[in-house]
């Protein structure tokens, strides 16, 4: 409590900066407003999946939900930047592809969807033709994280803000999260309030969709956080998180806030080691994670991280064999029953694309 006070109060103290970084962003959107800087249009469907704020929004779980309900209709492919990959410029997974040299999020879809085309290139406006180029049956193309990247003008933008933290509250860096312009929502066809609870109500509902004040083409979507079974980062082997369950969390993501409340209900208790966001796995993070679950001294214990941890993990697959290492895989789930419009208006859009 003391400390999120403290980084709060600090944060208010760099507002002067938050000033000049939104007269940056102000003046570069203008630029593009006024076509003074150039954007490109693809004679294909882009789909961009994106939001306004750094942070965990669920943009990747929101690629494969989208890779899920499209890879059996259409030939879809996914372009992400490949943040914090060791490798520079365009690259295409293939059956040796390492996180290194793609990024976790990107072999992340690789992983789970190893038909479907998984590119990368910080230049989405030079990696698009490149990934046409080597895969010319190509349909339609996820844009992952590239709502911000205004080179490149997609077809359908689905915009996602964080039910705890909606844009329309936040400010922008480094004193909030905002890293574009909150009128930067008007360029949205769909947005989706990710994370909400469960239990959402109806007026609760209205409340926000008159908060965001969408535009009159704009949809707006609800989603909450479900969670599917534990996995064995090595062996596959399925496990449910028993009450009496101990776990020890090991996260290296923007936001673990819902894990650490699904792990308050459902488990014994829990410790956590926490890294940054798209850390890279050292031996000796293992040997930390390793000395701090032997210090557990429950019998019914197990290590838990994510999917997107998980792929930075892999390379210690013989070390990590032998030890209760678990993967618990996360999913948007819409709300309001709503789910299958939002498929519609995705599947209508790459069904009627007109070039």
């Given at each position: 409590?003391?400390?999120?006070?403290?980084?709060?109060?600090?944060?208010?103290?760099l507002l002067p900066f938050s000033l000049l970084y939104w007269a940056g962003i102000a003046l570069r959107n203008w630029f593009y407003q006024k076509n003074?800087?150039?954007?490109?249009?693809?004679?294909?469907?882009?789909?961009?999946?994106?939001?306004?704020?750094?942070?965990?929004?669920?943009?990747?779980?929101?690629?494969?939900?989208?890779?899920?309900?499209?890879?059996?209709?259409?030939?879809?492919?996914?372009?992400?930047?490949?943040?914090?990959?060791?490798?520079?410029?365009?690259?295409?997974?293939?059956?040796?592809?390492?996180?290194?040299?793609?990024?976790?999020?990107?072999?992340?879809?690789?992983?789970?969807?190893?038909?479907?085309?998984?590119?990368?290139?910080?230049?989405?406006?030079?990696?698009?033709?490149?990934?046409?180029?080597?895969?010319?049956?190509?349909?339609?193309?996820?844009?992952?994280?590239?709502?911000?990247?205004?080179?490149?003008?997609?077809?359908?933008?689905?915009?996602?803000?964080?039910?705890?933290?909606?844009?329309?509250?936040?400010?922008?860096?480094?004193?909030?999260?905002?890293?574009?312009?909150?009128?930067?929502?008007?360029?949205?066809?769909?947005?989706?309030?990710?994370?909400?609870?469960?239990?959402?109500?109806?007026?609760?509902?209205?409340?926000?969709?008159?908060?965001?004040?969408?535009?009159?083409?704009?949809?707006?979507?609800?989603?909450?956080?479900?969670?599917?079974?534990?996995?064995?980062?090595?062996?596959?082997?399925?496990?449910?998180?028993?009450?009496?369950t101990e776990v020890l969390l090991v996260t290296g993501i923007a936001n673990p806030r819902p894990l650490k409340k699904m792990l308050e209900e459902h488990?014994n208790s829990y410790q956590m080691l926490q890294y940054p966001d798209h850390h890279i796995f050292t031996i000796d993070d293992l040997n930390e994670i390793?000395?701090?679950?032997?210090?557990?001294?429950?019998?019914?214990?197990?290590?838990?991280?994510?999917?997107?941890?998980?792929?930075?993990?892999?390379?210690?697959?013989?070390?990590?064999?032998?030890?209760?290492?678990?993967?618990?895989?996360?999913?948007?789930?819409?709300?309001?029953?709503?789910?299958?419009?939002?498929?519609?208006?995705?599947?209508?859009?790459?069904?009627?694309?007109?070039?």
């Open positions: 409590m003391f400390s999120n006070f403290f980084l709060k109060s600090f944060r208010i103290l003074i800087f150039k954007t490109t249009r693809y004679g294909l469907p882009l789909i961009c999946v994106g939001n306004l704020a750094v942070g965990g929004t669920g943009k990747s779980p929101m690629v494969e939900y989208l890779v899920e309900r499209l890879r059996h209709q259409f030939k879809v492919a996914t372009l992400s930047r490949g943040y914090k990959r060791k490798t520079k410029g365009y690259a295409l997974a293939n059956a040796s592809t390492t996180a290194l040299e793609i990024g976790d999020e990107p072999m992340q879809f690789h992983l789970k969807f190893p038909e479907v085309p998984v590119a990368v290139g910080e230049q989405r406006i030079e990696a698009i033709p490149q990934l046409l180029h080597d895969k010319p049956e190509t349909q339609a193309i996820i844009l992952d994280d590239a709502f911000q990247h205004r080179a490149v003008t997609a077809g359908l933008n689905i915009l996602l803000t964080d039910y705890s933290n909606l844009f329309t509250r936040d400010f922008y860096l480094p004193t909030g999260d905002l890293r574009d312009l909150k009128s930067g929502y008007k360029r949205a066809t769909v947005i989706v309030v990710t994370k909400c609870k469960p239990g959402l109500t109806v007026p609760e509902k209205e409340k926000i969709i008159k908060e965001i004040a969408p535009l009159p083409h704009q949809q707006v979507y609800f989603t909450t956080i479900e969670y599917g079974t534990l996995y064995h980062l090595t062996d596959n082997t399925n496990i449910e998180l028993g009450p009496d488990s390793r000395n701090r679950y032997n210090k557990m001294e429950t019998t019914s214990k197990i290590i838990l991280t994510t999917e997107k941890d998980a792929v930075r993990l892999t390379k210690f697959n013989t070390e990590i064999t032998g030890l209760p290492f678990y993967i618990i895989p996360v999913r948007h789930r819409f709300l309001f029953e709503e789910g299958a419009a939002f498929d519609k208006q995705v599947i209508d859009f790459i069904t009627h694309f007109k070039k």
